[in-house]
Structure formats: structure tokens, C-alpha cells
């Protein structure tokens, strides 16, 4: 295990549902990620926080709304999604901003 | 911004074989090139890395090597087992004001057959 963990595993909700992605590292970081990946797509980087601040919004969507409170916890908070948002959702880690990356095992979200 | 290229999509080899995975890049000021192994139900994992002050590197059975000039990586596994079949991802990040963002490539999944 790479010492990020993601609840919950898998994840089915409704274009007019509202829930949240929870993503915890063990590993004493100052930086987290949000990664979106989807079938036959690269890896989309969609949020990176040091240090509890955000410093880097990758033109996402307001429907996807992200929270870090501490340099341990990271929320993905989700309202009124897409089908087409149906993807894998990976958090991943690292000591600073430019340091190796080490990634939780994914949300796989299913919006119907 | 930066473009990673990465070939092939799909790769199958025998057992014992050696396999090999390409990616190209854009931005010169690039100078992180990790690539990761994503098995089935699990979130990409770091294999190897490379920056750009080294042409080589090597750890048991895999190597990366860096040609900047030509801004292309490469990965060779070498004795492939049955266990290294996975999709694995290149990526490249410039570091500076880019907030350590890792572009990817789109994946080579790897099949070893027994």
C-alpha cells in the first residue's frame, strides 16, 4: 500500500445528488492531488493543494468542488453531476509540490 | 502547455521477453519523467523515475532512459513475468510555477503470456 487511502471505493449517485470523496494520506505530505481518469483518456489533473492551499484549479467544473482542512485530508465535493462525470477518481500525495507522487487506490463514481 | 505521446496503446509478449514503451514530449523545460504501473482496481503506482540530469537509470529488471535532445523516454522491462502485465503511464512535468503538475501519457497495457 502507498499510504493514501480513498473512501468510498465505489460510488453510484444521481445527477441531482450531492456527495463527497474523502481522501486521507499517511505519510506526513504538504501536497495532495485530485486526478480524474477516464476510460481511454490520460490522467486529468483537477486540483493540487500545498499546505492546505489551493494552487492549482485545472479549469474544472464548479459542480466539483474541493476541500483540504488539513495537510492530511482531502474532500472531492460533488453536486448535480454529469453522466459523462462517471470516471475513476484518484488522490494521490507528495512531500512538496514538485516531489514524486504517490496515489490512493480511486473512487470509481458512476453518475446515472 | 505540455503533450506527452506515449506508444504503443497495447503490447503483448512472451515470457522472458523484453518489452519496451516510448514516450515523447513537448515542453523542453520538462524535467521530471516518472512512470507508474496501474493494475486492475488499484491506482497507478510508481515504478521508476527519472529527472533530467541523468541519461539512465536502472533497478532490477527496469530502465529508463532520457534522450533530451530528442525529448523522448523510454521504459524496458527485461525477463518479463506474468505479473508485470498491467497499463503503464509515462508522464512529464516541467517543475518551476507549474505546481508539480504531471502531464500523462495515455497508457500501454502490457499483457506477458505465460
Known amino acids: 500500500e502507498t499510504g493514501v487511502t480513498q473512501t468510498p471505493r465505489h460510488l453510484v449517485m444521481g445527477m441531482t445528488n450531492k456527495k463527497s470523496l474523502k481522501c486521507e494520506q499517511h505519510l506526513g505530505h504538504n501536497a495532495m492531488y485530485w486526478y480524474k481518469q477516464s476510460a481511454k483518456k490520460p490522467l486529468e489533473l483537477m486540483f493540487v493543494y500545498s499546505l492546505e492551499e489551493r494552487v492549482e484549479n485545472n479549469s474544472v467544473p464548479s459542480r466539483f468542488s474541493p476541500e483540504c482542512p488539513n495537510s492530511s485530508h482531502l474532500f472531492l465535493h460533488l453536486h448535480t453531476l454529469q453522466p459523462e462525470d462517471s470516471a475513476l477518481y484518484l488522490c494521490?500525495?507528495?512531500?512538496?509540490?514538485?516531489?514524486?507522487?504517490?496515489f490512493g487506490p480511486g473512487t470509481r463514481l458512476t453518475v446515472l | 502547455g505540455e503533450n506527452v505521446e506515449q506508444h504503443p496503446s497495447t503490447l503483448s509478449v512472451q515470457e522472458g521477453d523484453s518489452a519496451v514503451i516510448k514516450c515523447t514530449y513537448s515542453d523542453s523545460a520538462s524535467n521530471y519523467f516518472p512512470w507508474y504501473k496501474q493494475e486492475l482496481g488499484k491506482g497507478p503506482q510508481l515504478i521508476i523515475d527519472?529527472?533530467?540530469?541523468?541519461g539512465e537509470k536502472k533497478d532490477q529488471r527496469i530502465a529508463v532512459t532520457l534522450n533530451k535532445t530528442a525529448k523522448h523516454f523510454s521504459l524496458h522491462i527485461t525477463e518479463t513475468q506474468p505479473e508485470d502485465s498491467a497499463v503503464y503511464f509515462c508522464a512529464a512535468s516541467s517543475g518551476g510555477t507549474s505546481y508539480g503538475k504531471l502531464t500523462f501519457g495515455q497508457g500501454t497495457i502490457l499483457t506477458v503470456h505465460p
Open positions: 527519472i529527472r533530467s540530469n541523468v
Open positions: 494521490a500525495s507528495s512531500q512538496e509540490v514538485q516531489d514524486t507522487q504517490y
